[in-house]
C-alpha cells in the first residue's frame, strides 16, 4: 500500500479524534541533565505539545487489540495497569519523548505507548496513562 | 565523631564514587527514576540502583548527639553484548566492584562487595555488581 492510501485513513482518523476528542496538553521529559549528578532530576523548561485526544477506558480498547497497533513501548500487563488510554493523532510526533499528558488540570503519567504507523505514516497512538 | 550523611547526601556520595569509576569507560549509565530503558545498539550499560536497608538507633544522647546506622545495598546491573563470552562484563564488573570495594567515602563503609553472574537477557548478558553499605546519621 502507498503512503496516500495511509494518508486517507490517517485524514479520517483525525477527524473521528478531533470530533469526539478534546484537548489534551503532552509534556516533554526535561533534557538537561546536571552534568556533575546526571542521577538528580534534569533541569530546563518545559516542552509541550497540544494534541486533540479521545479518552476510553482500558476495556473498550482491549476489544480491538491494543497490542496489535505494531510499535510499542510497553506490553506487559500495561492495559491492566492504565487508567485511560488516550487516542490521538500524533502524526509525526515521537510520543516516547513525552511523559505527562496534561487534561484539564490532571497531570496523567503516561506508562505505555502504541503507535499505529504503517510506512511513514503516523496514523495515531494509543497512550496509556495512570494517575 | 564519625561523619553524618542524610539519605539523600550518602545517595549522592556514592553515586559520585561509582560515576567518578565509571565515567572512563564510555559506557552509558541508567539512573534509578531517571531514564528507563537500554541501549539500542549492543553497547556495553549499567543501571544503577540504591537500595537502603536497616537503620537502627545505635547510641542513646539528646538531640543532636545520638547515631543512627543506616545500611543497604548498591545494585549496578551490567549489560555486555550476549554472545561474545563475559570478558567484556567482567572488565565492566570490575571497574563498578573496585568503584566500592576498599572504598570509604567519608563515613560510608562499603563491605562483601561481589559480583553475580545473572545470564542472559535479551540481546544482552548481565551481571550485577553488589557492595553492602554502612553510615551513620547523627541527629
Not at chain 1, 20 to 38: I, L, Q, Y
Not at chain 1, 45 to 62: C, D, M, S, Y
Not at chain 1, 66 to 93: A, R
Request: net charge negative; no cysteine.
Amino acid at each position: 500500500m502507498s503512503d496516500a492510501f495511509y494518508n486517507g485513513i490517517a485524514a479520517t482518523a483525525s477527524d473521528l479524534i478531533t470530533r469526539f476528542g478534546r484537548d489534551v496538553t503532552f509534556v516533554a521529559k526535561r533534557t538537561t541533565e546536571p552534568a556533575s549528578e546526571p542521577w538528580k532530576a534534569n533541569t530546563g523548561g518545559e516542552t509541550t505539545i497540544a494534541l486533540k485526544g479521545a479518552f476510553a477506558p482500558p476495556n473498550t480498547v482491549r476489544q480491538f487489540g491494543v497490542t496489535s497497533l505494531g510499535l510499542g513501548t510497553e506490553f506487559e500487563n500495561m492495559l491492566q495497569k492504565s487508567e485511560q488510554i488516550i487516542i490521538v493523532n500524533s502524526g509525526d510526533n515521537d510520543m516516547r519523548d513525552y511523559h505527562v499528558a496534561r487534561d484539564g488540570g490532571i497531570d496523567w503519567g503516561i506508562i505505555g505507548i502504541q503507535q499505529l504507523k504503517p510506512g511513514n505514516v503516523g496514523i495515531l497512538s494509543f497512550v496509556l496513562v495512570r494517575r | 565523631m564519625p561523619q553524618s550523611y542524610t539519605y539523600s547526601e550518602a545517595y549522592d556520595a556514592m553515586l559520585a564514587l561509582f560515576k567518578s569509576a565509571w565515567d572512563p569507560t564510555g559506557h552509558r549509565v541508567f539512573w534509578d527514576n531517571k531514564e528507563k530503558g537500554r541501549e539500542t545498539d549492543t553497547s556495553t550499560y549499567a543501571v544503577v540502583q540504591v537500595n537502603h536497608g536497616g537503620a537502627n538507633q545505635a547510641s542513646l544522647g539528646g538531640t543532636g548527639n545520638r547515631t543512627f546506622k543506616r545500611n543497604g545495598v548498591v545494585l549496578i546491573m551490567i549489560y555486555a553484548q550476549a554472545g561474545e563470552g563475559l570478558s567484556e562484563g567482567h572488565a565492566a564488573a570490575k571497574v563498578a566492584a573496585d568503584a566500592f570495594e576498599g572504598q570509604a567515602s567519608g563515613g560510608i563503609w562499603f563491605r562483601n562487595v561481589r559480583i553475580n553472574e545473572i545470564g542472559r537477557e535479551g540481546s544482552f548478558y548481565q551481571i550485577n555488581v553488589l557492595a553492602e553499605f554502612e553510615y551513620d546519621e547523627i541527629k
